[in-house]
């Protein structure tokens, strides 16, 4: 293992910058990087065990993800590690499979190895709400990622769905439809209500009907989304534009409607939400909200290393704009 003044000598700085990078204070990206080059080529391992020990320090950010299946989510990860990475911390990855049992596993191994802060994108299920208040019990810094409880005294970074999903609504308004059924994800994620309340607010808006029996109810991965569409093809008059919740379930949609011979968008509109990279490759091309991944992970990120480096305590929340996409899968209604 190489000391701090042969580090110093073959990167070409002095043995105080070493000293500091392997603190974990601030250098220069350009030096972190000649230092971190230099470490991987002679398997440099600090212990961190000791290193938190003496440091309080790990240099870890936990990132915990309902999902590596849904294609979002390898977009998200990607983009929090590169942020993670350039500024000197490294990311440890768990993934709960929205399960808030598996949730608090993963919290708890996070917890005690520890990390020096967490970045969490909840399950779908009301009990995650508890396990993000023991993080608040616990008082390690943390930012909820695209879900949300506004209950937890917690900064987090989401996309605004309640203005995404009204403007998209509005569209499918704009092209004629009068009948919209909406598929939506569990009452308990904050994230779909937005989606929902965007819905019934483009419908009153234009002086539309709600009707509660076109709104259904289904998992965040639309895996039980089969009863729904039989639903919505068996109500009369039937809804010429079905809004999905999210990719996951308008790309089930789609499949289930696919294999019954329903045409989109000749029988009915569908559209989805986050722009998903399988959204683009249907058969028709789904129209959906483009959430700003890359924004959205670096304030994250900056929102997290502020409470790690006790700079800021403060709660803060940020939305984000989406963006329509407009793609085949929405035309105007076969009667229009």
Do not use: W
């Amino acid at each position: 293992m190489p000391t701090q003044e042969e580090i110093a000598r073959a990167v070409g700085v002095s043995r105080m910058t070493v000293y500091r990078y392997l603190k974990g204070k601030n250098v220069t990206k350009n030096t972190r990087q000649k230092i971190e080059r230099f470490l991987q080529r002679v398997e440099y391992r600090p212990n961190l065990t000791a290193r938190s020990l003496v440091m309080r320090q790990t240099r870890l950010i936990g990132l915990l993800v309902p999902s590596v299946s849904y294609s979002y989510y390898p977009e998200v990860i990607g983009a929090l590690q590169k942020e993670i990475r350039d500024r000197g911390y490294n990311l440890l990855l768990c993934v709960s499979e929205e399960d808030p049992v598996q949730e608090k596993t993963e919290l708890n191994l996070l917890l005690s190895i520890p990390v020096d802060g967490i970045i969490i994108s909840p399950t779908s299920f009301p009990e995650s709400e508890q396990n993000c208040r023991m993080l608040e019990d616990e008082k390690p810094p943390f930012v909820m990622f695209d879900r949300y409880f506004p209950s937890v005294r917690a900064s987090y970074v989401t996309t605004d769905s309640f203005r995404a999903s009204e403007a998209l609504v509005q569209h499918l308004i704009d092209l004629g439809h009068r009948r919209i059924a909406h598929v939506g994800g569990p009452p308990s994620n904050f994230f779909a209500n937005g989606i929902l309340r965007g819905y019934k607010s483009a419908l009153r808006k234009n002086g539309l009907p709600l009707e509660e029996r076109s709104i259904f109810t289904v998992s965040m991965d639309g895996s039980d989304c089969l009863p729904a569409l039989r639903a919505i093809l068996g109500l009369k008059p039937r809804p010429s534009a079905i809004q999905a919740v999210n990719d996951p379930v308008a790309v089930e949609l789609f499949k289930e409607a696919h294999g019954r011979g329903i045409r989109i968008p000749g029988d009915v509109t569908l559209v989805g939400f986050s722009d998903s990279r399988t959204s683009a490759l249907l058969q028709v091309p789904l129209t959906t909200v483009r959430e700003p991944t890359s924004l959205m992970a670096t304030t994250a990120v900056e929102l997290l290393i502020e409470q790690i480096e006790a700079k800021s305590k403060l709660r803060r929340v940020k939305r984000f704009p989406g963006e329509l996409i407009i793609r085949q899968s929405s035309a105007a209604p076969a009667s229009s």
